[in-house]
């Protein structure tokens, strides 16, 4: 892992990732709407995984984000509902 002031990622980058990242990630006021869009949840596992890499962040976090967005895709899970509904 490099030093902070050795990465190879510029702030605009890191900034621009963390922008991307809170405005496609599911919170409680679209959780319900977009819980089963394997689009939506694809695209919020990638951004995660990118977030990671530009912060230096765990190899095998990264892997395992990037799977889970391959399963959303091919629709290999699902969102399973909610229990309360």
Known sequence: MMKKNQSIWSEKAKILAKELHNEISLDNYN????????????AELIISAISQLINEGDEEEVENLLQQAILWIKEDIKDTGCKSH
């Open 31 to 42: 959780w319900h709407k977009f819980r089963g869009n394997k689009y939506r949840r694809s």
